[in-house]
């Protein structure tokens, strides 16, 4: 069918997971969906919601929470967007400084223990009458700021009480931590890795381990542009799904390391982004990493979005009243997933809503078995089902 | 008024600096990647931000006032090298004030007189609900207070609301609050 829009502009944020962009415009992926692609680093998320509600953008690389919170009218602009594909799971990492780092006495890198450790140092700080500690996040509406939370909150720790929380862009974190003026962060790759590279903090924790295979980034547009573009849309979500598709072969992602160096789009030393790619690094949790494509991780789960709603109103950025399900559905889009997905053939979940938090390693849909998912518990093993 | 000025490139800085001295402002300027933004914020306490809409940092002065309780203030774009046509749709899509870049004096003032009268509409709006949702929270805890009180000294509604009531009164405090200091109370022992 006959695409309403051939040029068009793609927003992303200097980060290790744009790489489905990088690679679907480098590989000639979206060129086989006949669009001519031009992509627009951003310097900031406020940037790229601006200039997506502006129309200054077609569509772009997001925070998982952005089309939720715009859709919602609290994101300070107000104009609804949505997505329609995930563009990766996993990737941030918590990282703090050497000093923290060498206070928490850690023994053990696992979510409870580090937190057990963090609370002992807050009270000890507290009881000495230090100022509180820093931590930073990325946006008000990232998962890193709920992962953050849902961390510290989980080890009874009071994230708006004992500790203070900050935005802080991501390619000035590690700057951040080496002057003192935080002492940890959540980020997304390589900034975790870079910090600890330079020998400025320390990689605790990563997204993995408090909740396994959660979601991160997704492709976001305006509930009006992909109204006025439906076949573009598709043809964007189609060249994505091969990008990412390609992303997971592991023998391509040394490749995709190259292209994201060479075309600048990150800057960080080769090494890093090589090692923020790798797939099973020794050492690490399985599937740790980022994933792309494998367990169904394109797909916009509405109960992804149900989670995130949840957060939001546990943290109150939500106005009470909001009707939480009505908002999922209009932020996340799976119908037109599977419209983009049937073009090719490729075969995807047909229902909306996965549980959480009950699944250990890789397994089936109850009611589809040929759709494989990965592992997906919370680090405290609650359990989400949501209805 | 105090004007906060966060731009990368030192020259604009200093040319967007001269013209707000000239209309009475107070200026502390500043470059996105080598300041802590929060802590300058903090620090200067300005009434209102001027930032270029092309750093980075804006995430960081966004967020203040967004999830922590620091005092918000309101936040003026400006734009180098931009077309009106890409301040129009901006605007049109509801974000911040606007200014472009080498404007003269006499523009600024009611620039930033805008988007304060803009910014303080919207905190008026934030205030409402914030009101609201407090009163539904003194609702519920006083419903619950009020339930604990039937249980345990065996009231009725009336009289269990009349002894709230009368607690507050006696300790000085909001119906809310002595409904939430009884509920703690009570889940001490």
């Known amino acids: 069918m006959a695409l309403e829009k051939n040029d068009i502009k793609l927003g992303l944020v200097p980060l290790i997971d744009a790489a489905p962009l990088i690679v679907a415009k480098e590989k000639g992926f979206f060129e086989e969906q006949g669009l001519n692609v031009t992509l627009s680093v951003e310097a900031s998320w406020a940037s790229i919601r601006d200039k997506v509600a502006a129309g200054l953008l077609d569509a772009a690389h997001m925070l998982a929470p952005m089309p939720i919170a715009a859709t919602a009218g609290i994101d300070g602009v107000g104009v609804p967007m949505m997505t329609?594909?995930?563009?990766?799971?996993?990737?941030?990492?918590?990282a703090v400084s050497q000093s923290l780092y060498w206070r928490l006495q850690l023994d053990e890198l696992t979510p409870i223990s580090v937190g057990e450790r963090l609370k002992r140092v807050l009270e000890a700080d507290r009881a000495a009458g230090a100022p509180p500690r820093v931590f930073a996040h990325v946006f008000p509406f990232s998962p890193h700021h709920y992962e953050l939370r849902y961390w510290l909150a989980g080890c009874d720790i009071d994230p708006d009480r004992d500790l203070q929380l900050v935005v802080i862009p991501p390619p000035q974190m590690v700057r951040a931590l080496r002057d003192g003026s935080?002492?940890?962060?959540?980020?997304?790759?390589?900034?975790?890795?870079?910090?600890?590279?330079?020998?400025?903090?320390?990689?605790v924790l990563n997204k993995y381990q408090i909740w396994n295979n959660s979601p991160e980034k997704v492709l976001g547009v305006t509930h009006a542009w992909a109204e006025a573009h439906?076949?573009?849309?598709?043809?964007?979500?189609?060249?994505?799904i091969r990008a990412a598709q390609w992303l997971d072969q592991p023998a391509n992602r040394s490749e995709a390391a190259r292209l994201i160096v060479e075309g600048h789009y990150v800057e960080a030393t080769p090494e890093t982004v090589h090692e923020s790619l790798a797939v099973g690094a020794p050492g690490k949790p399985e599937n740790a990493g980022l994933?792309?494509?494998?367990?169904?991780?394109?797909?916009?789960?509405?109960?992804?979005?149900?989670?995130?709603?949840?957060?939001?109103?546990?943290?109150?950025?939500?106005?009470?009243?909001?009707?939480?399900?009505?908002?999922?559905?209009a932020s996340y889009r799976p119908d037109l997933y599977r419209a983009a997905a049937a073009q090719f053939g490729m075969p995807c979940p047909a229902v909306d809503l996965k549980s959480e938090g009950q699944h250990a390693g890789i397994h089936t849909l109850s009611r589809d078995h040929t759709i494989e998912l990965g592992a997906d518990r919370f680090f405290d093993g609650a359990g989400y089902s949501p209805s | 008024m105090r004007v906060m000025l966060v731009d990368d490139e030192p020259e604009r800085r200093a040319a967007?600096?001269?013209?707000?001295?000239?209309?009475?402002?107070?200026?502390?300027?500043?470059?996105?990647?080598t300041s802590d933004l929060a802590a300058a914020v903090k620090r200067h306490q300005p009434d209102v931000i001027l930032v270029d809409v092309d750093v980075p940092g804006r995430d960081t002065l966004e967020s203040l006032g967004q999830v922590t309780r620091d005092r918000p203030r309101p936040i003026v774009l400006f734009a180098s090298h931009s077309e009106p046509e890409t301040i129009r749709k901006a605007l049109q899509a509801?974000?911040?004030?606007?200014?472009?870049?080498?404007?003269?004096?006499?523009?600024?003032?009611?620039?930033?007189?805008?988007?304060?009268?803009?910014?303080?509409e919207f905190q008026a709006l934030r205030n409402e609900l914030e009101e609201t949702?407090?009163?539904?929270?003194?609702?519920?805890?006083?419903?619950?207070?009020?339930?604990?009180?039937m249980k345990r000294r065996n009231l009725d509604e009336n009289g269990a609301y009349e002894l709230l009531r009368r607690m507050a009164m006696d300790r000085n405090l909001k119906l809310g609050d002595a409904a939430r200091t009884l509920i703690a109370a009570a889940e001490l022992l």
């Open chain 1, 84 to 94: 329609a594909l995930s563009l990766n799971l996993n990737g941030n990492a918590i």
């Open chain 1, 182 to 203: 935080i002492d940890g962060f959540c980020v997304g790759a390589p900034w975790g890795a870079v910090a600890q590279a330079a020998g400025i903090g320390r990689v």
């Open chain 1, 230 to 240: 439906p076949q573009t849309h598709l043809a964007l979500i189609a060249a994505l």
């Open chain 1, 291 to 329: 994933v792309f494509h494998a367990g169904a991780a394109t797909f916009p789960w509405v109960s992804h979005a149900l989670w995130f709603v949840g957060q939001m109103r546990r943290w109150n950025q939500l106005p009470p009243g909001t009707d939480g399900d009505a908002l999922a559905r």
């Open chain 2, 16 to 33: 967007t600096e001269a013209p707000l001295r000239l209309l009475g402002h107070e200026v502390v300027g500043f470059s996105t990647s």
């Open chain 2, 94 to 120: 509801g974000v911040s004030s606007y200014v472009v870049d080498g404007m003269n004096p006499a523009r600024l003032k009611p620039i930033i007189d805008v988007a304060i009268a803009r910014f303080e």
């Open chain 2, 133 to 149: 949702r407090s009163k539904l929270a003194d609702r519920r805890d006083i419903e619950k207070a009020k339930g604990l009180l």
